[in-house]
Antibody
Framework: QVQLVESGGGVVQPGGSLRLSCAAS????????IHWVRQAPGKGLEWVAA????????YYAGFEKGRFTISKDNSRNMVFLQMNALTIGDTATYYC??????????WGRGTTVTVSS | QSALTQPPSVSGSPGQSVTISCTGT?????????VSWYQQSPGTAPKLIIS???NRPSGVPDRFSGSKSGSTASLTISGLQAEDEADYYC??????????FGGGTKVTVL
């Protein structure tokens, strides 16, 4: 079945870095883009970034101010989110989601990032 | 890009209909028919229930319907059921080649 599995979350100090991974299966990965969406504890959903099916174009929300980089490896069915200079405000559950037209039709279960000293 | 505006909460009795509004601007909902809606139950990932304003993915009950007028989109749940109690989020594509979510609406079944 179509599945996305996030990993790489954890506890990191302010100013630190993390690399999140999203492993895809069950569909033609090279034909679809992927989004990252985050949700701070007790808060709503916030779109973070997206990468096109061919990995050639990346889009960002703007709040990350160049700190985040999304990438896609079609040979490994993986998407990554490199996050640098993390702040307490980046504490959230991070979800990857399959991009179908302009909706996100399949979501992973998420990986939790906690930024704390 | 500011978040789309949703009411924090709506409620209804079983069998009733409830409507959730999602107000954007001419830079998002007002320009594109690229509005989607997501249902999220506590402790779970969001689930797509409406795409492109009014399209229901396979498996989504037809009591969920979407519409749009100007810069405001709406989700209507007809024949409210206990299992519909959840948080609901709208989302739109924008002219900045980004996506923006609403703040979320908690639906309570009385």
């Amino acid at each position: 079945q179509v599945q996305l599995v996030e990993s790489g979350g954890g506890v990191v100090q302010p100013g630190g870095s993390l690399r999140l991974s999203c492993a895809a299966s069950g569909f033609k990965f090279k034909n679809y883009g992927i989004h990252w969406v985050r949700q701070a504890p007790g808060k709503g959903l916030e779109w973070v970034a997206a990468v096109t099916h061919d990995a050639k174009n990346q889009y960002y929300a703007g709040f990350e101010k160049g700190r985040f980089t999304i990438s896609k490896d079609n040979s490994r069915n993986m998407v990554f989110l490199q996050m640098n200079a993390l702040t307490i405000g980046d504490t959230a559950t991070y979800y990857c989601a399959k991009w179908t037209w302009d909706a996100m039709d399949v979501w992973g279960r998420g990986t939790t990032v906690t930024v704390s000293s | 890009q500011s978040a789309l505006t949703q009411p924090p909460s709506v409620s209804g009795s079983p069998g009733q209909s409830v409507t959730i509004s999602c107000t954007g601007t001419g830079s998002d909902i007002g320009t594109y028919d690229r509005v989607s809606w997501y249902q999220q139950s506590p402790g779970t990932a969001p689930k797509l229930i409406i795409s492109e304003v009014y399209n229901r993915p396979s498996g989504v009950p037809d009591r969920f319907s979407g519409s749009k007028s100007g810069s405001t989109a709406s989700l209507t749940i007809s024949g409210l059921q206990a299992e519909d109690e959840a948080d609901y989020y709208c989302c739109s594509y924008t002219t900045s080649t980004t996506w923006v979510f609403g703040g979320g609406t908690k639906v309570t079944v009385l």
